[in-house]
């Protein structure tokens, strides 16, 4: 157990349609960042939150979006589902400033769009 | 913008055997840090080793240790008497931090498939 965890482990649902995963970081860590791992793309940065704020975005797609809340849990909503967007997703989280700290990653979401 | 580049897709070698793994990087960035990333069967993603770029010294973690060569830019990965339970994908990924604290998400590789035969 890495201490990252993501509800649920897998999703299937229907094009057109919006689900919400949801990531708790490690305790302790502030930064939860997303990642998108994809046969097509591989794995891709989404987005970054620090301590509730939005820091930094990747390869986001308008149709995704995401936040952070107080209890620095965060959830990443992805709406108007296509077929392509089937790929597992990752949420990390990193502790303390100093960039050699790692960033855990938690087991991932499966989502599969039918 | 940082690329980086994993030219072999799968490898294979005997256990006990020592396998290095490429990776190439580019960056503009001057405060970067590098990493290998392991993601077996299970899909869960091990942290293997890191390097921040400004330390020459190579690091080195039991079997696991790199050859990272800044000017060209360069990390390699090298597993020493490899077991069967490194077979997996290897990712390697570079990400740049700023002198406030923060870091920005990480740049993959696509990954090198490594398959250790008993």
């Known amino acids: 157990d890495s201490g990252v965890t993501q509800t649920p482990k897998h999703l299937i649902t229907a094009t057109g349609q919006r689900v919400t995963l949801r990531c708790s970081p490690r305790?302790?860590?502030?930064?939860v960042y997303w990642y998108q791992q994809s046969l097509d793309q591989g794995l891709q940065f989404l987005i970054q939150?620090?301590?509730?704020?939005?820091?930094a975005k990747g390869n986001i797609l308008e149709r995704f979006s995401a936040q952070q809340f107080p209890d620095l849990h965060s959830e990443l909503n992805l709406s108007s589902l296509e077929l392509g967007d089937s790929a597992l997703y990752f949420c990390?989280?990193?502790?303390?400033?100093?960039?050699?700290?790692?960033?855990?990653f938690g087991s991932g979401t499966r989502l599969t769009v039918v | 913008a940082q690329t980086v580049t994993q030219s072999q897709p799968e490898m294979s070698v005997q256990e006990a055997e020592t396998v290095t793994l490429s990776c190439t990087y580019d960056t503009s960035e001057n405060n970067y840090y590098l990493f290998w990333y392991k993601q077996p069967p299970s899909r869960q993603m091990i942290l293997v080793i890191r390097q921040e770029a400004y330390k020459q010294q190579n690091a080195t973690e039991n079997r696991f240790s790199v050859n990272f060569q800044k000017a060209a830019k360069s990390f390699s990965l090298k597993i020493s008497d490899s077991q069967l339970g490194d077979t997996a994908m290897y990712f390697c990924?570079?990400?740049?931090?700023?002198?406030?604290?923060?870091?920005?998400?990480?740049?993959f590789g696509k990954g090198t498939h490594l398959i250790i035969q008993p």
């Open positions: 939150y620090y301590n509730g704020e939005e820091r």
């Open positions: 990390a989280s990193r502790r303390g400033s100093y960039p050699s700290y790692g960033y855990t």
């Open positions: 990924a570079a990400g740049t931090w700023y002198s406030g604290g923060g870091a920005d998400g990480l740049t």
């Open positions: 305790s302790g860590d502030l930064s």
